[in-house]
């Protein structure tokens, strides 16, 4: 049996923890903040109830294998409930979409909405996504990073090369495909579920429509808050231990391996294995100073474009919004402007700052346990948005700046057809400053650093960090950022560290 202190209770630091303790460990969670969860957040108030960061479940598989390894069953903890119809889309030119929860229905819509062939070009483009998924999911997604090695064994099957096109961004690969501007757009929407710019991520996250089609879009009925929660039940259960309320001052290192952490009141809880499930850049900028042998991590994560964040809009509604989806998104005219504005690039060069006609994502479930009464609505609105860096001009702190911006997120979704300032009982703001507050992630980027450019998935930091004993889970790790991907990285540093 080992000591195992997991650092971060994320939803991936809890999935590890889950996992180690199955396995015979002795798993000690320690949390900065006063509850479980990390972006899993919720907000409640007056009988408005919130979820205030991931409002969508894909690759449910991944945490039905986590309930199964730790000896339980997903469906005996949660209501999940696949969504149909799942996401609605309005383009800035009054086109409508509505894309079904069942891929086989994806195709007919398509064309109904967007005119005939739209459904054949998207079905093309999934098969190409389907074929990447084989070739990638295993290697690159369930298995420890192994850099140049992965990169040779691809480079034994040429034609699987020729699939994944590690050189097209996905732009480039909408463009190949598809025809009507509206399905470009639909496909550009996608690298932002890595923090990512469709004109610099690689071609190989048209994986993520294929994945969300495939594999279904699915709901935790009385929030997503609930996963977090059950995940922790699974660790507990197996006598892991969670400690809130304590921040962590650094990692100790002794005798050149991971030796347990130090908390900010000067506690150390010794442990032959550290699990970080902070942000990456914290972790080696703050957690583990100077130490040498992270020396290379460092500057791999300094090539590296951190990813965009979100400001978010929680909104206590009274009335009901008929013929309204699950989820709903509103498209601007210019979408490029939108990303040079939060990456600060083209007509932005240098300076990111919040973006004057955003996309707006609207999450309203259909929930009685998300509002006071039937005749309330309880809406989660994000729009996407440069992280924090008051050093690089991007203060979201500044004075008027977050409720000046929130009024007009609100004028943008009136004008696209979503007016609901005169409903309103409350709104709360959330900005990339509180995310970072709240969670530790370096200026509230939502996925640590993006997929922008070819190369960033092998700068992302493995799982096994090169000091001995510490690994890495969480959406700043391999295999990145998501719900399904942290638990993945927290099924991967299960294998490595094994069982008791």
Known sequence: MARVVVVGAGLGGLAAAARLAALGHAVTVVEQGPRAGGKLGWFSRDGHSFDTGPSLVTLPQVYRDLFTATGGRLEDALDLVRLDPAVGYRFADGTRLTVPGRPDAVPAALDDALGAGAGRQWSALMDRAAAMWRISEDPFLRTPLAGAATLARLARRPRDVATVAPWQSLRGLGRRYLAHPHLRTLLDRYATYSGSDPRRAPAVLATVPYAEQAFGSWYVRGGLHRLGLAVLDRAVAHGAVLRTGSPVRRVLVENGRAAGVELADGERLRADVVVSGVDATALHTDLLPGEPRTRGVRRALGRTTPSL????????????????????????????????????????????????????????????????????????????????????????????????????????????????????????????????????????????????????????????????????????????????????????????VGPA
């Open 309 to 496: 964040s979100g400001f978010v809009l929680l909104l206590a509604l009274r009335g009901r919004t008929p013929g309204l989806d699950h989820h709903t998104v509103l498209f601007p005219d210019d979408y490029d402007a939108e990303f040079d504005a939060v990456f600060g690039t083209g007509r932005y060069a240098g300076r990111p700052g919040p973006v004057p006609d955003p996309t707006v994502y609207v999450s309203a479930p259909d929930d009685p346990a998300l509002v006071p009464d039937d005749d309330s609505e309880s809406w989660f609105v994000l729009v996407n948005a440069p992280r924090h860096d008051p050093a690089a001009g991007m203060d979201w702190d500044a004075p008027g700046l977050a409720a000046g911006y929130a009024d007009r997120v609100l004028e943008v979704m009136a004008r696209r057809g979503l007016d609901v300032r005169g409903r309103l009982r409350r709104r709360e703001i959330r900005t990339p400053a509180d995310l970072a507050r709240d969670t530790g992630s370096v200026g509230g980027s939502i996925y640590g650093t993006s997929s922008n450019g070819s190369r960033a998935a092998f700068l992302r930091p493995a799982n096994a960090s090169p000091v001995p004993g510490l690994f890495l889970v969480g959406g700043s790790a391999h295999p990145g950022g998501g719900l399904p991907l942290v638990g993945l990285s927290a099924e991967i540093v299960a294998g490595l």
